[in-house]
């Protein structure tokens, strides 16, 4: 048996799939079509019903994945078949050329001004905006350059330019321009399989016929997209083709089977108006059907900023003057008109990728009579294929949100974990030891400083090298330089090579998302990763300053001096390992807890289920033949436990430490667990005096019962409470298959952490100064992750004192705590006092 | 100086601030806290044994 899996497509689907795999002691192989992952996740501005920003969401989770040692990315590359039997398969891929070697290209960008042949529409951007024959293909992970062969004129006519090499071979000092690749077939070892191809938007001829290709400013969605986008064509000023911005937008919802063209719109013109508070925008659609609750509040949301939303039918469009279109439709059978409008978005019906069928038929697997992937004739579970190992999850089964695709992402990590099981921990590398300079906090500072450009980003607004020649003039920087794209680690592992440094100094973009990966090449240059301090040149100055260069580079000079000041101080610090306890607990025998405790039993992982029905059959007796099927597999599993007739007692203790009391007829047992699940259906009566564990857990529900967890389209299976997680009735109100599906992704949540031996955490946490804690508790109602307790001790006199104790494993170090004490006594680690003061005296001194 | 707080079985316990010469002595102090509501441990140092104590107050009260 293999433990590793094979994931195809990088959305958010294979990608939430990746990550929750080789956190259960996974290998994953993610292969991806297009050059770059992402999917459509990263090419859209906003998500519906969070409203949160796409890429800023899913920036962090691509750098995680393209920096994880077991996962290895094959992008630009298609499943050719797939042979061999569940456990053992055998995976044949294509990889196609890029004619740039990825392992030697560093993403300097050096060869783009050289090529003569520019103009080249940018396929990721659907056409707008213009590249040169060598580009990126989008702005995510990997970057890696790529260099088109129907525009290159070396590739077409086997010269380019005068000299004998071509310009962007003389440009590139890594000899990474290879004009000899040829598409390769490489062949994978894999236990299991996961397809999360996605969707895509189906252009038919009913787009022609309102315009679409016929008519200027008659776009998809997608194309709106990547105009409302920030990193898109036009940096996220929507604009017509003249180049005018537009103020009146209506979107025409062409797909009302389900509700995701309909909130795909709602989003777009939120978007729009939340840019241009002036704009009017018009939602056209024919009664679409919505279901959930979350979707209900967005949309009330839209109302409320003025989005109108027109019911309509035979909706039909004419060319307007000066660009515009008239759009006119039926209502009730009565005709009426728009008045013209600047632009016109259709949002289509959403098919199976392009690829999916080519996929299905190289792999033999079968698909339904909409192209999306089936499973066997008699078998229910929506997330299995006609072919055994072979799962699917996200749009690639029907189309979906964001939301929705990751929790199925996670059931289907579960299932393939369930398979593996035997085989966990066998694919995977360990993480590389960490081997340190042996540095102390009193050492005097040494700091190498480097500079990046990140692109034209910060180097095409910053005088960069005064910058530079700046930053060495501060104290203790001893080395400063520049970098085209420091992220990829080249620069810094250089300078660290001289073993002469004891501080690491980070001019570039944003640490939100790039701060692990510079922590990453920090440790790799034998320096603790809490010897590092990053400076925002590129939000903080270029970007907020864009029409101000001389004070943007003012600016950049002051951060940097402030961050000098700061890394000085800082101080080198260990990860807190926080041991586990190898179980799980869930609570509620609705069919997704039974779901979830038979995915961790089938993964060899202990659980106990806790039910207060009297009996499995009085659990069976109102589920379907399915259920009923899951809850005798459960009951002949050794290694789960179910209690019924039994509720749970009192709960406490912290990730990966819980401990829980039963309470059975019998009498009470207490479990240490791991990890806790509440799959209760929201009608579950408030926990009895036995014990509340909503209160012990910190757990909260909306006015509508169902549970509330933590914000964001990527975590609706977590709550605020870290290691307790939700699924199924006890947070919104399902079907019993999406149920089951629930129940399983929560599975991978849990198995994510026990089946670890220890959690590795931060050491950014709060330290109590004991000396000077008096136990006044201020500190306590503002902490969010309820880790200070206070507590009573006594002196030799019989006095008492208070102080307060945290919680390594619960604090999150956001500082509530060090900002509410009145005695300077608690402070996070790397964040002192004197740290922080440092960085603002240093604000005043003159560049 | 004895540190002010001591790390016993992952909890956070605070020195009672008196060294005492005898683990009867004390074992006998740790006794009286114990019936007081709070957990006690002893450690012994080269000078003498330390009394460790902690109670968790959950109703909190701000003044």
């Known amino acids: ?847 | 100086m004895p540190l002010l707080t001591a790390k016993i079985d992952g909890k956070k316990f605070m020195w009672d601030n008196f060294m005492y010469s005898s683990e009867a002595e004390a074992k006998e102090k740790i006794a009286a806290y114990e019936k007081d509501g709070f957990e006690a441990a002893c450690l012994t140092e080269a000078e003498g044994y330390l009394v460790y104590t902690r109670k968790v107050i959950t109703e909190i009260t701000l003044e």
Not at chain 1, 102 to 114: E, I, Q
Request: glycine share 8%; proline share 6%.
């Open chain 1, 1 to 847: 048996m293999n433990g590793s899996v094979l994931v195809v497509g990088a959305g958010p689907a294979g990608m939430r799939a990746s990550s929750e795999l080789v956190d259960q002691g996974f290998k994953v192989f993610l292969v991806e079509e297009k050059p770059t992952i992402g999917g459509k996740m990263a090419q859209i501005d906003k998500m519906f019903p969070s409203n949160e920003c796409s890429s800023c969401t899913i920036m962090p989770k691509m750098l995680e994945i393209a920096n994880d040692p077991n996962i290895n990315i094959i992008a630009f590359s298609e499943v050719q078949s797939i042979t061999g039997k569940p456990g053992d398969f055998k995976v044949k891929v294509l990889k196609k050329p890029r004619y740039v070697d990825p392992m030697r290209c560093n993403a300097c960008t050096d060869c783009f001004p050289v090529c003569p042949a520019g103009g080249v529409p940018m396929a990721y951007n659907l056409g707008r905006g213009a590249s040169k024959a060598i580009s990126f293909y989008s702005p995510f992970p990997p970057r890696k350059a790529l260099i088109h062969p129907e525009k290159c004129n070396y590739l077409l006519s086997g010269k380019c330019g005068d000299l004998e090499q071509p310009p962007c071979v003389q440009a590139c000092e890594r000899r990474a321009i290879d004009f000899s690749q040829k598409p390769v077939t490489g062949e994978l070892h894999v236990g299991a399989v996961i397809i999360a191809t996605g969707s895509d938007e189906l252009h038919t001829d009913r787009l022609t016929e309102y315009g679409y290709g016929k008519i200027p400013n008659v776009l998809t969605s997608l194309e709106y997209e990547r105009l409302l986008s920030g990193l898109g064509p036009t940096g996220g000023v929507v604009k017509r083709d003249d180049g005018t911005a537009p103020q009146t937008v209506a979107w025409y919802v062409m797909d009302n089977a389900s509700s995701i063209g309909f909130m795909t719109a709602v989003t777009e013109a939120m978007g729009t108006v939340e840019k241009n508070s002036n704009a009017s925008v018009w939602v056209l659609h024919e009664n679409t059907h919505i279901s959930r609750e979350t979707y209900s509040d967005f949309i009330q949301k839209a109302q409320e900023a003025n989005v109108e939303f027109v019911p309509a039918d035979a909706v039909s469009t004419t060319e307007g003057n000066d660009g515009n279109i008239n759009i006119s439709y039926q209502t009730a059978g009565r005709k009426s008109q728009l008045a013209d409008v600047n632009m016109f978005v259709l949002v289509p019906t959403l098919a199976p990728s392009e690829s999916a069928q080519k996929l299905a038929h190289n792999i033999g697997v079968q698909l339904n009579p909409w192209g999306f992937f089936d499973k066997q004739s008699g078998d229910t579970h929506p997330i299995h294929t006609s072919r055994e190992g072979i799962f699917v999850c996200g749009s690639a089964l029907e189309p979906k949100g964001i939301d929705d695709a990751v929790t199925q992402a996670c059931a289907a990590a579960s299932h393939a974990a369930a398979l593996l099981s035997k085989a966990r921990g066998t694919a995977v590398v360990p993480p590389p030891e960490k081997k340190y300079l042996p540095i102390t906090s009193e050492d005097e500072p040494s700091i190498a400083a480097l500079i990046c450009k990140c692109g034209p980003n910060i180097g095409g607004l910053l005088d960069i090298n005064e910058l530079a020649e700046y930053t060495a003039s501060l104290p203790y920087v001893h080395q400063v330089e520049l970098t085209p794209f420091g992220c990829d680690g080249v620069k810094i592992r250089e300078m660290l090579r001289s073993k002469a440094f004891n501080r690491v100094l980070v001019g570039g973009c944003s640490p939100k998302t790039h701060e692990e990966v510079f922590a990453i090449h920090t440790e790799g240059g034998g320096i603790n990763r809490y010897l590092m301090e990053m400076v925002n040149l590129r939000n903080h100055c270029t970007w907020v300053h864009s029409k101000d260069p001389k004070e943007a580079t003012e600016k950049a000079k002051t951060l940097m001096r402030m961050g000098a000041r700061r890394v000085a101080l800082q101080e080198p610090l260990e990860d807190i390992h926080i041991p586990v306890s190898p179980a799980a607990l869930v609570i509620g025998g609705t069919p997704s807890g039974v779901a979830c405790a038979l995915k961790l039993a089938q993964a060899d992982l202990r659980v106990y289920l806790v039910e207060k029905e009297s009996g499995l059959n009085a659990v069976k007796a109102n589920q379907s033949k399915f259920v009923s099927r899951l809850i005798d597999a459960l009951a002949k599993l050794d290694n789960a436990r179910i209690f019924t007739g039994s509720e749970l007692g009192a709960v406490q203790g912290y990730l990966g430490n819980f401990n829980a009391e039963i309470i059975t007829v019998d009498g009470k047992e207490e479990i240490e667990i791991g990890s806790i699940v509440i799959a209760t259906d929201q009608n579950m009566a408030a926990p009895s005096d036995n014990g509340n564990y909503e209160t012990q857990l910190f757990l909260k529900r909306g006015e509508n019962k169902f549970f509330v967890g933590m914000l964001g389209n990527l975590n609706p299976l977590d709550f605020n409470t870290a290691g307790v997680f939700k699924c199924g009735p006890a947070r919104m109100e399902m079907g019993v298959l999406d149920a089951i599906m629930d129940g399983e992704g929560a599975a991978s949540r849990v198995a994510g952490i026990i089946s670890k031996t220890e959690l590795i955490k931060s050491p950014i946490i709060s330290v109590v100064v004991d000396g000077k804690c008096d136990g006044c508790a201020y500190c306590i109602e503002p902490c969010p992750a309820h880790a200070v307790t206070l507590i009573e001790y006594m002196q030799h006199d019989g006095t008492k004192k208070k102080t307060v104790e945290i919680n390594d494993a619960l604090c999150l170090g956001c500082g509530n705590c060090m900002a509410t004490c009145p005695k300077d006594a608690v402070y996070v680690q790397n964040f002192k006092p004197e740290q922080i003061m440092e960085m603002v005296h240093s604000v005043s001194e003159e560049a």
